[in-house]
């Protein structure tokens, strides 16, 4: 009992930490990569874009333990759910760490263009444009449909197991649908709100502190056979 209480405080604080780190790294980023000048924004806040390409490889970092902490926890409820949760985390990861580097490719091009003098028209702008696409549709994908796609996953095997209280999970699995929602709409250049992006990121909040505090539901943690024989 004592080491599940101790996985599910780790699990929580990654997740802390996860959202922590991308919320920061976002908040870095998005002033700078939304410029009109934007190669040159970048060269010129380089120790800022740097730390929140850093803080975006904690974020992959913690996506991954997230899935490799739970793994035993899910395995006893479901063997499949807890390979496909572990797969879908360990691809976002991936997708993460993609995006760190084609926003550092689009770092050192900024570099370069503000060595050439800043041009007004070369090739520097239409590199950076396909730089700034390609890391803007690998975050998309990895936070906006393979991270839903883990949610899901998570969330029904919560919401079956009862792990946690089957209102958290519930929430969980609705703000995960809406959130997918958005992205999708992105695919035929329809863009809704981010508002919806909403519900999933307090949930995951609540549903760490749930962890660190009150921990998993011990009577729904055991494997079906043993509850079975008893």
Do not use: C, H
Not at 122 to 138: H, I, K, R
């Amino acid at each position: 009992m004592i080491a599940n209480k101790s996985i599910a405080r780790i699990i929580g604080a990654l997740f802390i930490t996860a959202t922590a780190a991308s919320s920061l790294s976002i908040i870095f980023t998005e002033p700078i990569l939304d410029a009109s000048d934007y190669l040159t924004t970048i060269s010129e806040n380089e120790t800022k874009f740097i730390s929140a390409m850093l803080l975006m490889l904690v974020d992959a970092i913690a996506v991954a333990g997230i899935a490799i902490v739970f793994y035993p926890i899910l395995k006893k409820q479901n063997t499949v759910l807890a390979l496909g949760y572990v797969g879908a985390r360990i691809v976002e990861s991936v997708f993460f760490i993609v995006y760190v580097i084609f926003l550092l490719t689009l770092f050192t091009l900024s570099q370069e263009f503000v060595k050439a003098g800043a041009p007004d028209a070369s090739y520097f702008q239409t590199e950076g444009v396909v730089l700034l696409s390609a890391s803007d549709w690998s975050f998309s994908i990895g936070l906006g449909i393979i991270f839903t796609l883990s949610a899901l996953i998570l969330n029904y095997s919560l919401y079956v197991s009862k792990l946690v209280p089957r209102w958290l999970s519930l929430w969980g699995s609705i703000g995960a649908i809406l959130s997918f929602f958005v992205v999708l709409m992105r695919f035929y250049n329809i863009y809704i709100t981010e508002a919806l992006d909403v519900p999933i990121a307090i949930q995951e909040m609540v549903f760490a502190l749930w962890l660190i505090i009150k921990g998993f539901n011990q009577d729904a943690i055991a494997p079906q056979s043993d509850k079975t024989n008893n």
